[in-house]
């Protein structure tokens, strides 16, 4: 079974757990936009909800299917928030951000009160880092001592775009960050000393966030994995 197709069925399978009257955020990149689009189905056969997006992208898919939409400073809380991520390791902690809305989608998880994330088989990994960069927001201005504070720390990173600088929806760069030491990127620690350093707005670090992991499978199904702890509070 295809990417696609893996990532198909676990975004069906979060879609089914919304009900009437929530209030869903709804995230950003390739696999959150297949459950939008599962979700805008869902929406035309009856169900009644209100999105709240993470981007603009996601804003016009809503849209085409007629889907409500409030701006998060207009909900004190969301049922439930959907989105993919990069990579997610055994204790659910996870990687986002690939697409550079990791701030608003931090957000929006923070305020959601089940944090429902769709996957791939091939985003599993044993150890945050493995397979992609850690992306860090930061402010524009002086971006280069703010990078050098985040090498002192022990990582590498690398300005997204190069030559043609990406720029966020915030109007910040990102960071795209490894690990060139024996770094425990899981650990809450490492992932609060990064937020504190100047000039960082944010990082793709969700740890201890994850109500729930759905995992789209190449043998055609989907393997459902649930936190046993509560969720994290803290800056990570």
């Not at 300005?159 to 960071?175: A, D, K, P, V």
């Amino acid at each position: 079974m295809s990417l696609d197709a893996q990532k198909r069925l676990a975004a069906e399978y979060a879609a089914g757990l919304i009900t009437d009257g929530m209030t869903v955020g709804l995230g950003s990149g390739t696999t959150a936009e297949m459950a939008v689009e599962t979700l805008g189905l869902r929406f035309r056969d009856g169900i009644r909800f209100v999105g709240v997006p993470t981007s603009g992208r996601t804003a016009e898919i809503a849209q085409s299917f007629g889907i409500p939409l409030r701006r998060l400073d207009e909900r004190s809380f969301l049922d439930i928030y959907v989105d993919g991520a990069d990579e997610v390791d055994p204790q659910l902690n996870l990687v986002k951000g690939r697409g550079g809305a990791l701030m608003r989608e931090k957000l929006v998880a923070s305020a959601a009160r089940r944090f429902v994330v769709i996957v791939d088989e091939t985003k599993r990994v044993e150890r945050l880092g493995e397979l992609a960069p850690i992306p860090v927001e930061v402010v524009t201005f002086g971006w280069p001592t703010t990078r050098h504070r985040l090498e002192l720390l022990g990582l590498t990173c690398e300005l997204r775009g190069g030559s043609e600088t990406y720029t966020t929806s915030n109007g910040n760069y990102i960071l795209d960050c490894h690990a060139s030491g024996p770094i425990d990127l899981a650990d809450e620690i490492v992932a609060q000393t990064i937020k504190l350093q100047t000039g960082v707005v944010d990082h793709g670090l969700f740890l201890r966030m994850a109500d729930l992991v759905v995992v789209g499978t190449s043998a055609g199904t989907v393997e459902v994995l649930e936190a046993q702890r509560e969720r994290s509070t803290t800056l990570s």
